[in-house]
T-cell receptor, first 113, second 113 residues
Framework: QQPVQSPQAVILREGEDAVINCSSSKALYSVHWYRQKHGEAPVFLMILLKGGEQKGHDKISASFNEKKQQSSLYLTASQLSYSGTYFC??????????????FGKGTKLSVIP | DGGITQSPKYLFRKEGQNVTLSCEQNLNHDAMYWYRQDPGQGLRLIYY???????QKGDIAEGYSVSREKKESFPLTVTSAQKNPTAFYLCASSLGQGVNEQYFGPGTRLTVT
């Protein structure tokens, strides 16, 4: 079952902030965030493990609320290079010591001058 | 340089033909994955492998087959039984299955007419 991402698309002017949300109906072990530019491979941004941690680098950060099975990605002071489609991936236990990562449908972020 | 290679970048086939997509990694990763990407659908898991000579079906395995005879290689065959094979196919690998960062190859765009 795919996690649900919102919004589906967002347009920002340079310097504005954005929040992308990801929610799952399953008990999660971790949440992954990736960014994909058109026609290219997804690129890893960060992983958040259960425990309610928050991570960040540069002006992109994320939080994970394991009680609500939700994660949010925060982009502050957006730059043109932030444009792309952002995917969350949720890792849940799938049995026999394995965890399966399931990706959401993505949020298309467009930053304009 | 370590990484994942996929070939070819673009592939054209006639309906009814089987086609094999190549995926090679030199990251010494145990786990490898195949995803299919369609517009607005995110990344959907076709097959994954945690170890040589072992693989499991993902969410949309029907019409596809894989092999894992070597740690470095995880080829995907799109068979004639796959009803809508035209898509962007991404291969990925990770240290462990499910919870570790996934590294993606550049993808193969398959068009079947």
């Amino acid at each position: 079952q795919q996690p649900v991402q919102s919004p589906q698309a967002v347009i920002l002017r340079e310097g504005e902030d954005a929040v992308i949300n990801c929610s799952s109906s399953k008990a999660l072990y971790s949440v992954h965030w990736y960014r994909q530019k058109h026609g290219e491979a997804p690129v890893f941004l960060m992983i958040l493990l259960k425990g309610g941690e928050q991570k960040g680098h540069d002006k992109i950060s994320a939080s994970f609320n394991e009680k609500k099975q939700q994660s949010s990605l925060y982009l502050t002071a957006s730059q043109l290079s932030y444009s792309g489609t952002y995917f969350c991936g949720t890792a849940a236990y799938s049995g026999a010591g394995s965890y399966q990562l399931t990706f959401g449908k993505g949020t298309k972020l467009s930053v304009i001058p | 340089d370590g990484g994942i290679t996929q070939s070819p970048k673009y592939l054209f086939r006639k309906e009814g033909q089987n086609v094999t997509l190549s995926c090679e990694q030199n990251l010494n990763h145990d786990a490898m994955y195949w995803y299919r990407q369609d517009p607005g659908q995110g990344l959907r898991l076709i097959y994954y492998s945690q170890i040589v000579n072992d693989f499991q079906k993902g969410d949309i395995a029907e019409g596809y087959s894989v092999s894992r005879e070597k740690k470095e290689s995880f080829p995907l065959t799109v068979t004639s039984a796959q009803k809508n094979p035209t898509a962007f196919y991404l291969c990925a690998s990770s240290l462990g299955q499910g919870v570790n960062e996934q590294y993606f190859g550049p993808g193969t765009r398959l068009t079947v007419t």
